[in-house]
């Protein structure tokens, strides 16, 4: 491994940790300040309906941290298999489970265990149906043509391999498949002191 793959890796390796630690602060204190919008405030900006939020788990609702609405394009239909990558504390993941029914499948996928047992935990306390496979958005834990609809609520913006994670996403979509994805994109190339900053990369 030469040394610029090997300080990538290393800065990966200080990422991914800082990622899990900032978003299992924000779970776990959804109260506190961040520098980001979260929580019920976050997703009424993003347009999410008033009765998802009051139907969904308050402490789902309390530790949404994403950066758009996934479900305003993703034309959700009963019986699909719906995968949510970086599913979090899973309010994504119970109000697509509302959308495809008894009959269809929710799968989240997330770095953080505990992140899983929580967002499935939600799931149960509104009767919704989902599960959460703990893995990496470059290498999802799910086989090849097995989902009609991938949605992810920033999150691809965080990693350093983006056309690993479309690649994957597109391995793991049906012929006919279709991506809802709402992130943070720059118009311009971020300066090496940001790249390098693990915080700035995690929020």
Known sequence: MTDTAEAQASLEAVLKDEIVRMYQEVADNPKGTFHFFHGREAAELFGYAPEWLGRAPADAVASFAGVGNPHERSDLKAGETVLDLGSGAGLDAIIASWSVGPNGKVIGVDLNPAMCLKAQAHAAATGARMECQVGRMEDIPAPADSVDVVISNGVINLSFRKRRVIEEIFRVLRPGGRI??????????????IVNDPKLWAS
């Open 180 to 193: 809802s994805i709402t992130d943070i994109v720059s118009a311009k190339q971020l300066s090496q002191s």
